[in-house]
């Protein structure tokens, strides 16, 4: 069904979709999508931070304490 769409399809979708909503609501949408995405991403790079840190945290020195007293 979607395989057949193509895009003169698609272009007359975008226009009825423009018609019945107008230009306004469209951009507000479209700016709730941005904000969105953005909040995903920071979401993503926080969890990656903080699992980042909890491998840090496990680190331990296995030093030798007789080669920790030469540093």
Do not use: C, Q, Y
């Given at each position: 069904?979607?395989?057949?769409?193509?895009?003169?399809?698609?272009?007359?979708?975008?226009?009825?979709?423009?018609?019945?909503?107008?230009?306004?609501?469209?951009?507000?949408?479209?700016?709730?999508?941005?904000k969105?995405?953005?909040?995903?991403?920071?979401?993503?790079?926080?969890?990656?931070?903080?699992?980042?840190?909890?491998?840090?945290?496990e680190?331990?020195?296995?030093?030798?304490?007789?080669?920790?007293?030469k540093?």
């Amino acid at each position: 069904m979607l395989n057949n769409i193509g895009l003169p399809g698609l272009l007359l979708i975008a226009v009825v979709v423009l018609v019945l909503f107008g230009r306004g609501k469209i951009s507000s949408l479209m700016g709730e999508v941005g904000k969105g995405i953005t909040a995903f991403k920071k979401g993503v790079n926080d969890g990656t931070k903080e699992l980042e840190d909890d491998k840090a945290e496990e680190v331990v020195d296995v030093t030798p304490d007789t080669e920790k007293d030469k540093a």
